[in-house]
């Protein structure tokens, strides 16, 4: 009986292991089908952080995509921001912090933060033909012994996923992103415009536009070469882009101008903002192989005021050259006025 007893004791635990690793392989199965219905690349992304933590139980996790320049962060819990950061700019030997892009949180820079050690972080790398990344995560103590089949499964499952969509994505930005900017072309801006005022007429809400154009642009094109120009083209388009809201839209309008939609925004705000992002370009010092450069740009500012009487005999076609227009003409007065400031629209 003894013996019996044993042999139960040392069969037990490899029935437990056995009856755990098949929970967790329909666990897993579960995520990675519900991972192939995403339509997004944070979508994707966030599937693998609920799998990973649902069957791993990790209190840190971090994934990194590679990208032409810089990388895109998911992060999950954002407090141990500051002690990754050194990590994924040693690992993907990045230049400075500006280089990082997060996908799921913004920070503030009194936000509290925590450390952590380092030497209990592990990382796994993502090699797909459309997706180079890597995942870091910060295991509990116990981690069962089948631990990097799930990551080994659930990454290669995530690497197809996103490729595909980073693929689609490509393919989308292709006809509506400019190249230079990455921001939008004319041809998208005109087709958010129209949906944009459709909306506002609908639900009387605000809606905004300014316009800017780069000061002497012909002069640094000139002076420093179109090389440079178009770095500072990039700069300058990237500072506004960073500091306008998810819901905003900016557009390469052609040459140096731009054009950006500021959805549910009145005249006040629209000026405050841009005043603020004209301060933001005037104090940029863009580096470039042909030397530093600083520009400023001229703003103008139109809108849609929700107390107005919107004129539905007028398409939205119509509507959208009018704003337009506007924009435009302030934008040109802001620059017979000394450039370098904003200029608020007539209606």
């Known amino acids: 009986m003894k013996v019996e007893f044993t042999k139960l004791f040392q069969i037990l635990p490899l029935f437990f292991n056995a009856y755990a690793r098949n929970a967790d392989h329909k666990k897993l199965t579960g995520h990675i089908i519900k991972l192939n219905q995403q339509n997004s690349v944070q979508g994707i992304i966030n599937e693998m952080s609920v799998c990973l933590k649902e069957i791993l139980s990790y209190r840190l996790f971090a994934f990194v995509i590679q990208r ?129 005022i459709a909306v506002a007429k609908r639900y009387r809400s605000n809606l905004s ?43 390469r309008y052609g040459g140096e101008e731009f054009i950006a939609i500021l959805p549910s925004t009145g005249k006040r705000e629209a000026m405050e903002l841009a005043d603020r992002l004209r301060q933001q370009i005037e104090k940029e010092i863009i580096v470039t192989e042909s030397g530093t450069i600083r520009v400023t740009a001229s703003f103008g500012i139109t809108s849609y005021e929700s107390s107005r009487e919107y004129s539905y005999e007028q398409s939205d076609s119509e509507d959208m050259l009018h704003l337009i227009e506007n924009a435009d003409t302030m934008m040109y007065k802001a620059k017979h006025n000394g450039r370098n400031t904003i200029m608020p629209g007539l209606v």
């Not at 990454?155 to 693929?167: C, W």
């Not at 780069?214 to 640094?220: A, E, M, P, S, T």
């Open 68 to 196: 032409d320049i810089g990388i895109d962060v998911w992060l999950d819990p954002r407090m141990y921001r500051k002690s990754l950061e050194s990590v994924f700019m040693q690992d993907f030997k990045l230049s400075g912090e500006s280089e990082i892009n997060y996908l799921n949180h913004t920070f503030d820079n009194d936000e509290k933060e925590y450390e952590f050690s380092l030497e209990n972080l592990v990382s796994y790398e993502l090699s797909e033909e459309k997706c180079q990344g890597k995942i870091y995560m910060l295991p509990n103590n116990d981690m069962p012994d089948y631990h990097d089949d799930i990551v080994e499964m659930i990454l290669k499952s995530t690497g197809l996923a996103l490729s595909k969509q980073i693929n689609i994505e490509q393919l989308i930005n292709a006809a509506t992103l400019d190249p230079l900017t990455g921001c939008y072309n004319r041809r998208e801006f005109e087709a958010q415009m129209r949906k944009n």
């Open 209 to 251: 536009l300014f316009m800017f154009d780069i000061d002497h642009f012909k002069k640094v094109n000139d002076t420093y070469g179109h090389q440079a120009g178009d770095a500072v083209l990039q700069r300058v388009s990237s500072i506004v882009k960073n500091n306008i809201r998810t819901e905003d839209i900016l557009a």
